[in-house]
């Protein structure tokens, strides 16, 4: 059995999530195992982060209970006498529909929270979270966010129709920092997965909740696609 010492020094797994945020089935290995954490040689498994919830699924058949990011790396948490050795060949499987869910929403997140910031320089986002049902953005704002949502909304509608390629890739690859981009309308560090196209998207309902005095919140849902029990 390695020991987490053992486990940091092991190279990080490659993250095949960024390559193709499509795939829901992959063949790889077991690297490493400790106790009921292991860690794979590569990935499709997303773990939380910048917000974005992590994915659900199974890793050699055994439902996943947590997926932790550690430093440029990714451990897994399987249940107690999982088995599994170094070496071992293993299928990672994620639920992909939820996967997909969470793709539209985190980039209806995006789009809005640039359009909030075109809207309101210097306004401060202090919160995010995406989860497969809704995403939500807060702010540090004194008035009421609603009065943006007209024009939000619109350009979102903007945005979907004209199906715009979303590009991401590494800004900083050896400290694997990456981004995305939309022609003409906005670029942001991200290190989440993303559509394909700005049309995937869909159309997006807003809703704004006060969390206190000076705190904003707005709550995005999305409309359903059938690509989202069909996988694209």
């Known amino acids: ?41 590569e990935t499709i498994f997303f773990a939380f982060s910048g917000g974005q919830e992590s994915d659900h699924g199974t890793i050699g058949g055994q439902p996943v209970l947590a997926a932790e990011k550690d430093g440029f790396d990714i451990v897994y948490t399987l249940a107690e006498g999982h088995g599994l050795q170094v070496g071992d060949a293993v299928t990672v499987g994620i639920d992909w529909p939820r996967r997909y869910r969470l793709m539209r929403l985190h980039f209806a997140g995006e789009m809005v929270l640039q359009l909030v910031y075109q809207s309101v320089p210097g306004i401060q986002r202090i919160g995010a979270h995406i989860a497969p049902d809704k995403a939500r953005i807060d702010f540090a704002l004194e008035s009421n966010i609603a009065q943006l949502f007209s024009v939000i909304e619109r350009r979102v509608a903007e945005l979907v129709q004209q199906d715009l390629p979303i590009v991401t890739a590494y800004h900083d690859e050896a400290n694997q920092r990456r981004y995305w981009k939309v022609a003409g309308f906005a670029e942001m560090a991200c290190g989440g997965t993303h559509p394909r196209t700005t049309g995937e998207v869909g159309r997006l309902s807003l809703k704004r909740k006060n969390q206190g005095k000076g705190k904003e919140r707005i709550e995005i849902t999305l409309a359903p696609l059938e690509q989202d029990t069909d996988k694209v």
């Open 1 to 41: 059995m390695n020991t987490p010492d053992r486990l940091a020094a092991l190279s990080m797994t490659r993250k095949l999530f960024w390559q193709d945020p499509y795939r829901s089935t992959l063949d790889t290995h077991v690297v490493a195992v400790d106790d009921t954490r292991i860690r794979l040689a």
